[in-house]
């Protein structure tokens, strides 16, 4: 195939040819797409169609691969062909960093994505709000729902792929839409398991499509779907927005409205149908099998990925340690470095040294020899002797002194650092102030003097009076100028010490470690000398000669060859800075030709860079360098960078042996140089290895599959004097074998010395003795780790793959993160991301390191083309690396935090992403993919037979988990409870016997009474309502009326006046005037529930019921009778009714669970009296008390509290409308204060809002004078799992107004028993324990000690009521179980619930809930209520008030609430708890399952630019602590969770508002 296309390029006209390359690189650049590229080529080549048949449109790729190359080089990256390579003008163009460039691999990525083209899979595109980001001008939206993959599209589908196979170019339109995140290429080929094509129709809805999509899963994938049927133990029907159904409401009743889907959410929806493609592409089964697990302490079983069997292992025998040729004696080599600036600058004044460049790369200054001998001992004059006082000198010799020069003046950086050598000081070079990290490396080299010119003073940042800043982490700095004029000239007897070079520190150089950590590493004056000798010898520098340098003056190879070596031999360095080369790419080039200059010192960018600019200068030569070293070839892509540059500047007099690559480390300093070559030898052979033996630590030599080879130039001979060897990377320092990689360590004199000021890490890496296989020493010589990882190949030379500090270790296999970043370049960038800026680390997520690649994204790229860059990067590392990629951001143009001298800050860049400050505009996480270790799922045990289960219990001697209250039978109470047995009897009682007592008092936002309540008055109230109720409303005993009042005494007397009529109330909260269609619905669902009869109401409120606003939102017509009670008619009541029997219905309580479930339950009137007489009892409530209430009055206790307790048992209720606190936030605890309060009674929003709104104000409320020293208890009414953060926040922040560590306590009720436990009066404190929260998800309890990872806090609910009993269930097995088991709380109480009130009475369901036996161990058969709440009774050390050990009971959370998800129990709250304190902008947090996905919503309250940041904080923390995968990360605003009345999130409505499209999120990431 090559020579018919090679024959045919070559036949064609020069300026066709010249225009071909000229395309061909613009395509390479990424300047066209390929698309373009393939039109214009095609008009191209149109006229010599006849002429090149054999030319196809995949030339160039054809041409490149398949050349019969010469010396085994693989094609050179920018000569496509030999016979274009010398029409090939490289393209002038911006500084854009090419040094990336390799085409080798880009065609082994284009190879790799091909591959991938064939599965097509849909993958879902994040939606992000229009205004996240407005740097991008494309339409951010999702792409219409025909293009995001339902499931009827098979057929569509399959053409898609056909002409996507046909059609050769990956950037049709909507391909991104249909581009998968595929397995490793092992498992490619295994395609979805779920394919489109199999003509089965629309299937009737997800829930079908999941619970018939049970995959046989031959591997085992991510636990996403392996889910049984998505129906739960509840009815189906029961979550269905606005509010749920009632419970047991029949699925055919007329609700035909909503789609029947999974969960009443209608199929279209855009979100679903991403979820759908989500779990599409999380099909497919991943990676092989792993079959051996490890149990930790925790029983949890993490899978630890065994070997694979067919993993290369090296063969070789154990390296010998390898040694460089000797140290040649030459006669004239100065005893120290600063002997032969001595010497120079006496004898050789007029030699030039260094010549500095101006901005535009003119020299501007020359240095001469006898000028910087004069200036440096100026210099070391003033240092020693002008900075302080004769007695008390600033600086002694030994002493380290900061340099802190600009990079664009190395000559008084020159003098500086000799100068400080010759005062026996130790310079230590930083780079421009300010960094933190620099502050540690001052501080630890115990530093107190910076030198710097007088220009960088300047410009350094001051305080208002003068004094330059102290930078942050910085020890205090004495600042001194080096500017000549400054310098005191030494007198004539004054000379320098100059002793022979020993072991005593030269100079300290920086280093900056992975973590980001600056250490500095000593060099002595032995070392110095040696290195600088050693160079000598291998570069074969001669006296005179000039050297062009372009690398950093201050560190590495710039300082050692253009500082010092450069003295050693009298050599003149022309040093050209970076600001120049921005500028001007081709001044370095420029340079070499005008100085003739013998040697250049440069990096693969700088190559690049000349490249670029190759145009705009024809007529220069290269023709006098006899060495070009390439500092970093020990880069993965330096081998096309210098195959490039040789092609290019061949033709200028470049000779191909002139390219010297060499290796080196700031603790090893120069490891090897390729020594130039003999002109017309053959050049050096590459290797071309395996990717996959690499990531082993194995050489193979790459012969299966060029697509992942990685070839590599060698970098010479180990240095004169010096000696090699390779050892293994981690543990003791094993010699590795001779086809392993390993960490390259050298001994030699010319090396770090250590790690100044740090003695541990110092041993681990400048004195290491290599030990053989069995563990024993090889020799006594100590070596150093250079922090590079190679191997010594053929004929000894020294071959480098990368280094430590780029290490990404993912599951035992090692990856480079050098390599990892060119292969995301070689896939085609058009115009996504910048090429120079990328980043590529890894952060330890749950047992195992993650790869991230973070890269700076254009201005102009829109979010389509970014998403399909980012998903075909993820293929392309996936397939040549086979390792997956956690986490792809892209941030926007120049945010990432830079080095300084241009490349990107890699461990600020990682920092910058777990504290999520990175701000990225795109963000892709591939979980699913990369995680790979989770514990299995656990399977649940067969259920134990109940015989088993009793025995096993007895055997224990384990106690029966159960607890109860006081018995009320045996307290005496006064006559009330034996004359009225109903409450409407004790209202008429009291009336009578103490008319003019005050029950209740109602106050507004400003604290004034704005309506009281006595006996009397609200007897009389009662009887007017009762009678309008008989006469207007023609209502008969026994029928249901909705009392719809805002909380207040109004609501009171209506619930007394239908007692009064025989009606049964039922308390309804009014709708928000503001958000009618959100809060009528639910009042109209409770009126037709409850067949109401009548509606009493307000004036206002019936206004609104029948307002144009209400229709909109429900049918208004159909409402039954509204009367409004504000003005009453004086009409007595002619008889008072009184119930035949205490069972009849008091009243109905109705009530939306957090799961959306409306549940109404039926309250009798002996449930009414003997609870509010256990209340009475367990608070000790007489009618000389006043109780303050902050509660919303209108289900539960909150009702009870408000309507009830205060007629019975006579003391007076303080009533708060909790809506109040809004206006004004000291209400309730000025209230409190005000009257003394001893008990009072509020929610949690309200304890929320006094912590939030009050907690920084607590030195107001004491000037206010408020003091709760009072209280005795402070009770929260609710029906969850205590928040003790929130209580005991609340406590801490209110001590100091007097308010007892004790007195907060919570309660404990639910639907079928509104009040289970209250903390009373008497009996011990509430207890708290520590649980395992791991031991909590497999249904068990196990205690802990505070402090320990991953436990719980909770705290116990409040005493038990009395009359009440408890026992703890398992609700499987209906058993019941022992002390310190988790199960379900059941009830047994005189005030229990006597069931639901249902359209259709459902007998089994009301059986099962309300009348229900244990299965075993009850002979009293006692008949149960199941709270439907998970707990556990634990017996303390305490005393009850009856004498005995108190038994507490532990509430833990709702039973319909927890997600069961891999085989485990979670309760939402615990996950949301981990991801709420993950980042300070995340104010609060909600997690719903949808098929079998874990889908978390976060409110964000920072700024927009952060809701990315959220997402992978939200994952991490999921899978570290919870060992789950979230499918869905949505970031909304604050506010849209929905909350009811007692502060509890409704988790499904908030799900059907997701599902539905209705949340109008700001970014939603589907997680692959």
């Not at 090419?98 to 082994?108: G, K, L, Q």
């Not at 029949?250 to 929806?269: C, E, F, I, Q, Y």
């Not at 055997?955 to 006081?966: E, L």
Request: charged letters at 20%.
């Amino acid at each position: 195939m090559a020579e018919p296309v090679a024959a045919g390029i070559s036949s064609l006209p020069r300026e066709v040819r010249e225009q071909l390359a000229e395309l061909e690189l613009e395509l390479s650049e990424g300047d066209i797409t390929q698309k373009g590229y393939e039109k214009k080529r095609a008009k191209l080549l149109a006229p010599y169609v006849p002429q090149t048949q054999g030319v196809d449109p995949a030339l160039q790729k054809e041409s490149r691969t398949q050349m019969p190359v010469p010396s085994a080089t693989p094609a050179s990256a920018s000569s496509s062909s030999s016979s274009s390579s010398k029409f090939h003008r490289a393209r002038s163009g911006g500084a854009r960093d090419e040094r990336y460039r390799s085409d080798i691999h880009t065609e082994a990525v284009q190879a790799a994505l091909a591959k991938h083209k064939e599965q097509k899979m849909a993958l879902p595109m994040p939606t992000k709000r229009r205004s996240t980001f407005v740097q991008s001008p494309a339409d951010a939206c999702t792409p219409p729902d025909t293009s995001s993959a339902s499931e009827d599209e098979g057929s569509l589908r399959r053409q898609a792929a056909l002409s996507a196979a046909l059609h050769q170019s990956l950037q049709n339109a909507e391909s991104w839409i249909n581009r998968s995140i595929q397995g490793s290429s092992t498992s490619s080929s295994a395609s979805s398991t779920l394919s489109h094509g199999e003509g089965k129709g629309t299937s009737g809805s997800l829930a079908d499509v999941f619970a018939n999509t049970r995959i046989e899963n031959v591997s085992v994938p991510p636990d996403v779907t392996a889910t049984t049927s998505l129906s739960s133990a509840r009815p189906a029907a029961i979550d269905l927005p606005p509010a749920g159904i009632v419970k047991g409401m029949h699925k055919g009743s007329n609700r035909s409205s909503l789609m029947d889907t999974a969960d009443g959410v209608p199929v279209s929806s855009r979100v679903s149908t991403k979820i759908q493609q989500l779990l599409n592409t999380l099909k497919r089964p991943k990676r092989p099998p792993l079959k051996e697990f490890f149990v930790d302490d925790f029983e949890e079983i993490v899978e630890v990925p065994q070997p694979d069997p067919n993993q290369p292992k090296p063969e070789g025998r154990q390296m010998t340690p390898v040694k460089g040729e000797p140290l040649g004696v030459v006669c004239n080599w100065p005893p120290a470095l600063e002997a032969a600036l001595q010497r120079w600058g006496t004898t050789q004044a007029k030699c030039p040294c260094l010549t500095a460049l101006d901005v535009t790369g003119k020299p501007v200054y020359t240095l001469t020899y006898g000028k910087l001998w004069s200036r440096s001992l100026k210099l070391a004059y003033t240092l020693l002797n002008k900075l302080g006082t004769k007695n008390e000198p600033v600086l002694k010799p030994g002493d380290r002194v900061a340099l802190v020069y600009p990079n664009n003046d190395p000559v008084m950086f020159m003098v500086a650092f000799y100068g400080c050598l010759l005062a026996e000081v130790i310079p230590v070079p930083i780079e421009d102030a300010g960094g933190q990290q620099i502050g540690f490396l001052l501080g630890s080299c115990g530093i107190a003097l910076a030198l710097t010119t007088e220009v960088c003073l300047k410009g350094l940042p001051k305080t208002q009076n003068g004094e330059i800043v102290q930078f942050k982490g910085w020890p205090r700095l004495k600042w001194v100028v080096t500017d000549s004029k400054y310098l005191s000239k030494s007198p004539k007897d004054w000379q320098p010490n100059i002793s022979a070079a020993g072991t005593e520190p030269a100079y300290i150089e920086y280093k900056t470690s992975k973590e980001g950590s600056v250490m500095g590493v000593t060099v002595s004056r032995i070392a110095m000398l040696a290195h600088c000798q050693a160079l000598s010898q291998a570069c074969n520098y001669s006296e005179g000669e000039t050297i062009v340098n372009v690398l950093d003056f201050k560190k590495d190879a710039g300082l050692w060859h253009g500082i010092l070596t450069n003295v050693m031999n009298k050599l003149h360095t022309i040093s050209v800075p970076y600001s120049v080369m921005k500028t001007c790419p081709l001044s370095w080039v420029q340079r070499v030709h005008a100085h003739k200059a013998k040697v250049a010192l440069v990096k693969c960018r700088d190559l690049h860079w000349a490249m670029m600019a190759h145009r705009d200068q024809r007529d220069v030569s290269l023709s006098s360098l006899r060495m070009l070293i390439v500092t970093d070839g020990a880069n993965p892509w330096s081998v096309s960078s210098c195959d490039a540059f040789l092609s290019l500047f061949q033709s200028h007099g470049l000779k191909p042996e002139a390219i010297c690559p060499c290796a080196t480390s700031p603790e090893a300093m120069t490891i090897a140089i390729r020594r130039p070559g003999v002109p017309g030898a053959p050049l050096p052979g590459r290797a071309i290895l395996s990717m996959n033996g690499l990531s082993f630590g194995v050489i193979r030599v790459n012969t299966e599959d060029k697509n992942s080879a990685l070839t590599v130039q060698d970098v010479g001979h180990v240095m004169p004097g010096g000696m090699m060897c390779i050892v293994k990377p981690d543990g003791p320092p094993q010699l590795c074998k001779t086809d392993e990689i390993g960490e390259i360590c050298v001994s030699s004199r010319a090396g770090g010395m250590m790690y100044y000021g740090l003695a541990g890490v110092t041993k681990n890496t400048f004195e290491v003795i290599p030990v053989n296989s069995a563990g024993s020493p090889v020799g006594d010589v100590p070596f150093v780790r250079s922090g590079l990882l190679g191997f010594v190949g053929p004929g000894s030379l020294v071959f480098v793959v990368g280094k430590m500090d780029g290490l990404l270790t993912v599951s035992g296999r090692r990856h480079n993160a050098d390599d990892i970043v060119a292969t995301g370049l070689a896939v085609e960038s058009i115009k996504t991301v910048y090429r120079g800026r990328i980043a590529v680390f890894s952060v330890s997520v749950f047992y195992d390191e993650r790869i991230v690649v973070v890269a700076e994204q254009r201005p102009d790229a829109s979010e389509e083309d970014s998403f399909q860059w980012m998903s075909r990067v993820l293929q392309a590392i996936d397939s040549i690396h086979q390792v997956g990629v956690y986490c792809l951001a892209l941030v926007p143009a120049n945010t990432l935090p830079k080095t300084p001298l241009g490349g990107i800050h890699i461990s600020q860049t990682k920092q910058h992403f777990l504290e999520g400050s990175l701000h990225p505009c795109n963000i892709l996480m591939c979980p699913h993919t990369c995680v790979t270790n989770l514990p299995k799922p656990r399977q649940k045990q067969p259920g134990v037979g109940p015989a088993s289960v009793m025995v096993g219990n007895l055997v224990a001697g384990k106690r029966i988990a159960q607890a109860s209250g006081r018995d009320l039978g045996q307290i005496e109470d006064n006559d009330l409870v034996k004359k009225h047995q109903f409450l409407t009897e004790v209202l008429q009682w009291r009336a009578q016997a103490t008319p003019d007592h005050p029950l209740f008092l109602l106050l507004n936002a400003k604290g004034t009474t704005v309506c009281t309540a006595t006996c009397l008055q609200l007897h009389k109230k009662a009887e007017r309502i009762a009678s309008v109720l008989c006469d207007k409303g023609h209502l008969n005993a026994g029928d249901n009326v909705v009392l719809l009042y805002p909380p207040g005494i109004e609501l009171i007397t209506a619930f007394y006046g239908c007692l009064y009529a025989g009606c049964i109330p039922v308390t309804v909260r009014p709708p928000h005037a503001q958000s009618l269609t959100a809060t009528l619905p639910t009042v109209r669902m409770i009126v037709e529930v409850s067949k109401a009869a009548c509606i009493l109401t307000t004036q206002t409120l019936m206004r609104l019921l029948k307002s144009r606003e209400a229709a909109a939102a429900v049918d208004v017509k159909t409402w039954p009778t509204i009367i409004d009670t504000d003005d009453l008619p004086r009409k007595r009541l002619t008889q008072i009714y009184k119930p035949p029997t205490p069972e009849m219905l008091a009243y109905l309580d109705f009530s939306v669970s957090t799961t959306g479930m409306l549940t109404g339950v039926k309250m009798s009137h002996a449930a009414v009296s003997s609870l509010c007489r256990a209340i009475k009892l367990q608070c000790e409530l007489y009618s000389s008390r006043q109780i303050a209430i902050c509660l919303d009055p209108y289900c539960g206790l909150g009702f009870v509290l408000w309507c009830l307790c205060s007629v019975y048992s006579g003391h007076q209720s303080i009533l708060i409308p909790p809506m109040e606190l809004e206006s004004n936030l000291f209400l309730w605890l000025s209230t409190v204060s005000q009257y003394k309060i001893r008990d009072t009674f509020c929610s949690y929003s309200v304890m929320e809002l006094c912590t939030k709104g009050l907690g920084n104000q607590v030195e107001m409320l004491k000037a206010r004078g408020i003091n709760l020293s009072c209280v005795r208890t402070c009770v929260v009414v609710a029906e969850e799992r205590p928040r003790v953060s929130l209580t005991q926040s609340f406590s801490k922040l209110f001590k100091d107004i007097g308010l007892s560590s004790r007195a907060v306590s919570t309660t404990f009720g639910s639907r079928v028993n509104v009040a289970i436990c209250l903390q009373g009066t008497s009996g011990p404190d509430p207890t708290t324990v520590y649980v395992d929260l791991k031991s909590l998800r497999h249904d068990r309890v196990r205690l802990v000690e505070r402090g320990a990872p991953q436990s719980l806090l909770l705290s116990e609910s409040g005493k038990i009521l009395p009359g009440v009993k408890v026992v703890i269930v398992n609700p499987e097995t209906k058993g019941p179980l022992g002390d310190s088991h988790l199960g379900e709380i059941w009830v047994n109480s005189p005030h229990t619930a006597s069931g639901y009130y249902t359209i259709y009475d459902n007998e089994t369901l009301q059986a099962d809930h309300f009348n229900t036996r244990l299965s075993f161990g009850d002979a009293a058969q006692t008949l149960w209520a199941r709270t439907g709440y998970l707990g556990f009774v634990r017996r303390t050390e305490l005393t009850a008030a009856s004498g005995e050990r108190h038994d507490a009971l532990y509430v833990v959370g709702a039973l319909d609430e927890t997600l069961e998800l891999r085989g485990l129990r979670y309760h939402p709250i615990d996950i949301e708890t981990s991801v709420s304190r993950t980042h300070r902008s995340i104010a609060e947090c909600a997690v719903f399952t949808w098929t079998n996905l874990l889908v978390v919503v976060v409110e964000l309250c920072g700024c927009e630019q952060e809701a990315l940041d959220l997402v992978p904080l939200v994952t991490n923390v999921v899978l570290e602590e919870h060992y789950l995968i979230v499918g869905v990360v949505v970031v909304v605003d604050p506010g849209v969770i929905p909350i009811n009345s007692r502060g509890e999130k409704q988790r499904m409505h908030l799900r059907d508002s997701f599902l539905a499209d209705q949340l109008d999120p700001i970014y939603v990431a589907y997680n692959m």
